[in-house]
């Protein structure tokens, strides 16, 4: 009798994987998505800045909310993660097997899958990452993500369900396809025919960090904006207003707030994502 594995459809296989390493990433790394949320959403002080750093708002953190604090918005975040990322692999799965028949990618194959797969993903669960947002930011009250979900269908409507849209879409798409270029290509420049199979976890992990760093750099800003529109959907009707706003209050500087959690997690988060996705793939005998 054939093993249930067998029987799945290569795409649900697929979401299956990229949820599993989604829900992995997400439970190790949710202490560094609520620090970059916390600070970019200080407000300034007297002479027009904040003081408080990472390691500073970390101790504040701890203290004040004891240290399960730090997992604070881990609920949303799951319920976000382990079907968003999902929806992400198996997406990325399905346009490979359709247009890249038995190749790799080119370089610009790879950052329009990359940005394809992420907006189609991005575009389903943002109701929930608002949710996510308000819960980290520690100035919303709501009992569960179903309640918090009705609270702002009921008080918003959609407009508030799909507030910050644009800024995510500019702040995700982006980072998947230049995450995805730089992560392809780095893994075809290595010698991995010749490399040792116990040593290709290692590999894979290594190349998602490089990509990481530098995917999340060019995409800091549009995460700064995307977390004051979810936060104040009423007064930021546009992301020019957001956009706005930062600056006045903050500067340049305040377009890279939260920059150093926020690599910290997406650099280590995407490169485990990436490393579990792949060899659970290979164990089921199909190719990410």
Not at 40 to 65: D, H, I, K, Y
Not at 113 to 126: D, P, Y
Request: glycine share 10%.
């Amino acid at each position: 009798m054939p093993r249930r594995e067998a029987e799945m459809h290569p795409v649900l296989k697929a979401f299956v994987c990229g949820s599993i390493s989604g829900t992995c990433s997400t439970l190790l790394f949710q202490p560094l998505d609520l620090l970059k949320t916390r600070l970019q959403t200080l407000q300034p002080a007297v002479n027009g800045s904040s003081r408080a750093g990472m390691v500073t708002l970390l101790f504040r953190v701890v203290r004040t909310e004891s240290l399960l604090g730090l997992w604070k918005g881990v609920s949303p975040s799951f319920a976000r993660c382990i079907p968003g990322v999902g929806i992400y692999f198996s997406t990325l799965y399905m346009m490979k097997q359709k247009f890249l028949v038995d190749r790799s990618p080119t370089a610009l194959e790879s950052v329009l899958l990359g940005v394809t797969a992420r907006a189609v993903s991005g575009i389903c669960m943002l109701p929930v990452t608002v949710v996510k947002t308000r819960y980290e930011s520690g100035k919303f009250g709501y009992g569960s993500v179903y309640g918090a979900l009705k609270n702002i269908y009921q008080t918003e409507g959609v407009r508030g369900m799909f507030s910050g849209l644009t800024a995510t879409l500019l702040r995700d798409a982006p980072f998947s396809g230049i995450y995805l270029m730089f992560y392809t290509q780095t893994k075809n420049l290595t010698p991995q025919d010749e490399l040792d199979p116990v040593l290709m976890p290692l590999l894979n992990f290594g190349c998602g960090i490089f990509a990481g760093i530098l995917a999340s750099l060019a995409t800091q800003p549009a995460d700064v904006i995307k977390t004051h529109m979810q936060l104040s959907p009423q007064k930021y009707r546009r992301t020019s207003q957001a956009i706005a706003f930062i600056y006045k209050d903050f500067g340049l500087a305040g377009f890279f707030r939260g920059g150093v959690p926020r690599a910290l997690r997406r650099t280590l988060m995407a490169a485990m994502a990436w490393t579990v996705y792949e060899q659970m793939m290979e164990k089921m005998g199909l190719k990410s």
